[in-house]
Structure formats: structure tokens, C-alpha cells
């Protein structure tokens, strides 16, 4: 497991690049939404609307490992059955706060943005997303949002369905993210646009599956101390040089930001 883009300073940091818009983007990042994008669970945070501020224990009992996606359409449907409305959750998501350095390393992007193409791979859903990245002011950054689907009915209910099937046995039911990640590579291939690197920045478990997908010419991101990163670390001392991606782990995204900033220069 190598570690690279240590000891770059921040006055660089915003450094343009001064490539020609008519080109091609060079590099894929790809971000993570909950905990890395973001300072917290966004399901966890919208339980702040609830009676209470709590669920009621036979809803948290239903959890089930593997199934998260099931939990939440039946934690939405008691939020639904409480009185919760759309305007309430649009609230919770637009005040999430970022993860520590997001606007710097945002920034940093917004300025290079001819060399990147920025998508997005979460297993939260597509209408808390939105809510918080147009709050933050950074959702034009983003090609493309992959999320689970998710929407309000005729009662108001807010619901949420899995994003696809797969075959992943390392995955949770209803998105394996390295699947989305290859398809989306591939599909770029065939757009005549290929990049000579892709940049992955996560934290959870599932961030995990894509990164092992990554080449030596790569870098994952991970979260320092949290699942992702441990997986690498056990991963590592497992199967030493088994994980082709450099990896730089991350406390602030200023960190991800000194980094890209070296691989321009």
C-alpha cells in the first residue's frame, strides 16, 4: 500500500493550470457523500425531525446487515405516519454541515476544472443530496450523481428505493459501487474520453469495494480512522502490495486538495 503527495504547502493551493477548455478532462474524482462529502449521516441526521428526536425501538430493531436501504423506506414511512414533511427533511439536509477542508478542496476543483470530471457515488438518496450540495453552493461541480432514488408521494411520504441489483457479495443489496464505477468508466471509453487517472475519496465500508478496483496510477482517499481506512490497513497486512492505488488518507480535505495540487504541477 503506497502513500504519496506529502509536504506540499497550502499557498499553492489554488493554483491554476491554464489548460485549454477544448481538451478533455485527465482525471475522474470521485467522492463519497455521507461522512466524506459531508460531516455526518445524513440518515442519522434527518432522525432530528422525528417525535422525540428518536425512533421507536420496533423500527430499529428491523435493521438488518446488508439491508440498510429496506431500513430507511421503513424508518421513512413512521417519519411519514408522524407528520413529517418534505419541508422539514429539505432543512436537516441543507444545514449539514461539510466535512473539515470540503470548501477549500471545492474550491480548489472549481478552479482546475478543465483537468477533472467530478461524480458522485452514494448510498444516501438523490433528494437530500441535491438539497445540500445547492445549499453549499457546489452542486454545478458534479457530472454526474449516482444515489439511491428517492421522492415524495401523494401523501406527502417521503420515499426511497435501491439504486440497482448486483452480484457483489461484499456489498449491500442495493449498491455495489464498484459496479458503478466501472460502468461509468466504460461508458466514458466508448465517449472517446479516457482518463489517465482516477482520484477516489470515501470513508465507509462500501468506499472500500471500488478502491481494491483501482490501478497503481491511482489514488484512493480514505478517511483517516474510519472503515475504509481500516480495510486498506487489514487489507495490508494481509496481502501486502494486494492494493494497487496509492493511498493518501485524509482529516481534512485540504490534505485531498495539496495532494491534487502536486499531481498538477
Not at 462529502?37 to 434527518?46: C, M, Q, W, Y
Not at 445540500?132 to 439511491?148: D, P, T
Not at 501486502?240 to 485524509?250: D, E, K, M, R
Request: include cysteine.
Amino acid at each position: 500500500m503506497k502513500r504519496c503527495c506529502e509536504g506540499v504547502g497550502l499557498p499553492c493551493l489554488f493554483k491554476g493550470v491554464g489548460m485549454a477548455s477544448s481538451q478533455p478532462p485527465k482525471y475522474l474524482l470521485v467522492f463519497d457523500f455521507d461522512e466524506t462529502i459531508i460531516n455526518e449521516n445524513s440518515d442519522d441526521s434527518i432522525i432530528r425531525v422525528a417525535p422525540g428526536q428518536a425512533l421507536p425501538e420496533h423500527i430499529r430493531q428491523t435493521f438488518c446487515e446488508g439491508f440498510y436501504n429496506e431500513y430507511m423506506q421503513r424508518v421513512l414511512a413512521y417519519m411519514g405516519d408522524q407528520g413529517v414533511k418534505m419541508g422539514d427533511f429539505k432543512t436537516v439536509y441543507e444545514n449539514i454541515p461539510l466535512s473539515p477542508g470540503m470548501p477549500d478542496l471545492f474550491q480548489f476543483i472549481s478552479k482546475n476544472h478543465e483537468v477533472f470530471e467530478i461524480i458522485l457515488i452514494s448510498d444516501a438518496n438523490m433528494f437530500g443530496i441535491e438539497c445540500n450540495l445547492r445549499a453549499a453552493g457546489f452542486y454545478s461541480l458534479f457530472r454526474k450523481i449516482f444515489s439511491n432514488p428517492s421522492s415524495f408521494d401523494k401523501r406527502g411520504y417521503f420515499t426511497l428505493g435501491p439504486y440497482h441489483s448486483h452480484k457483489c457479495l461484499d456489498c449491500p443489496a442495493n449498491m455495489c459501487k464498484r459496479k458503478i464505477l466501472t460502468e461509468y468508466l466504460a461508458e466514458r471509453a466508448q465517449e472517446e474520453v479516457e482518463f489517465e487517472r482516477v482520484f477516489y475519496v470515501g470513508d465507509g465500508a462500501n468506499d472500500f469495494c471500488p478502491s481494491v478496483s483501482l490501478t497503481s496510477a491511482d489514488i484512493a482517499f480514505p478517511r483517516k480512522g474510519y472503515p475504509m481506512h481500516r480495510m486498506m490497513q487489514e487489507m495490508e497486512n494481509k496481502q501486502p502490495g494486494a492494493f494497487q492505488a496509492n493511498v493518501v488518507p485524509w482529516e481534512s480535505a485540504t490534505e485531498v486538495a495539496r495532494c491534487l495540487q502536486e499531481v498538477l504541477e
